[in-house]
């Protein structure tokens, strides 16, 4: 808690390796006071959580935030742009680099901010692109990630659902954007394995086509600002109610288990 008389400071003008956990913690304790939490008691459960966990053996990195979640972005263009795919839609095979389509000129087009060697190296590391010979080939459309780089394509999901509930509850209703949920206060356990099979392909095909209209309005618009937008699909159950299904969950490969934070729900 600041002292009486302290200047407030804002996530915007902080270092950006502190930002977007001051601004992840101000939205969340916003949303929890004005819901009727008190300030001080959430100040000390967050004391006493914290002080159970362990220093990180690593330290945040923010340039990570926004660069795992949109290497994605290579391998939805590679699928969907005419000079990218051949009469049938299906993606070329891709030189690293020339003249003509390349994997780095493809890379420059969609993240022109980072370095193509680097972006290549890491499809490769996620198993999104396989060499074919001497040229290289999407594996899919989606990405698996890392532990570690889901970690931080989850915390760019939660930050952007924190700035959704904050901006369509203080916000006046002409401001709001899309918020719904569809939840079930009594659904069987023994039901849950069956209905995230069918849901995640529903969601899949759903994000698919979301993420072609923002990649049509993405190339065809040349004019004003740009900004980051997302669509998020995501499931939940109740803690604990579920033990038996993630134990059998954890007997399946890391690939699997990451497999679930694929962005945009890519098939």
Request: glycine letters at 8%; one cysteine or more.
């Amino acid at each position: 808690m600041r002292t009486r008389g302290a200047p407030r400071r804002s996530s915007k003008f902080l270092p950006r390796e502190v930002a977007y956990s001051r601004e992840c913690l101000e939205r969340l304790a916003r949303i929890l006071v004005h819901s009727g939490h008190s300030p001080a008691a959430l100040a000390r459960e967050f004391r006493e959580i914290c002080s159970a966990l362990k220093e990180p053996t690593e330290p945040w990195d923010p340039i990570q935030l926004n660069y795992w979640a949109d290497l994605p972005h290579v391998i939805a263009h590679w699928h969907a742009d005419p000079q990218y795919v051949d009469s049938r839609g299906v993606p070329i095979s891709l030189p690293l680099q020339g003249k003509g389509p390349s994997l780095f000129a493809l890379a420059r087009r969609v993240l022109p901010k980072q370095e193509p060697a680097k972006i290549v190296k890491s499809l490769l590391r996620l198993h999104g692109v396989r060499r074919n010979g001497g040229r290289y080939v999407p594996t899919g459309r989606s990405l698996l990630y890392s532990r570690a780089s889901s970690r931080v394509h989850g915390l760019l999901a939660l930050l952007g659902m924190l700035r959704t509930v904050e901006r369509n509850v203080s916000g006046s209703r002409s401001c709001a954007i899309l918020e719904r949920a569809a939840m079930n206060p009594n659904f069987p356990v023994s039901a849950l394995p069956a209905f995230h099979r069918r849901l995640k392909p529903h969601a899949a095909e759903f994000l698919w086509g979301i993420d072609g209209d923002m990649r049509r309005r993405e190339m065809t618009s040349s004019d004003g600002p740009r900004t980051r937008l997302g669509v998020c699909v995501f499931a939940f159950e109740d803690p604990g109610v579920g033990k038996g299904s993630l134990k059998s969950k954890r007997r399946r490969s890391r690939a699997g288990r990451v497999g679930e934070t694929e962005r945009r729900g890519k098939p």
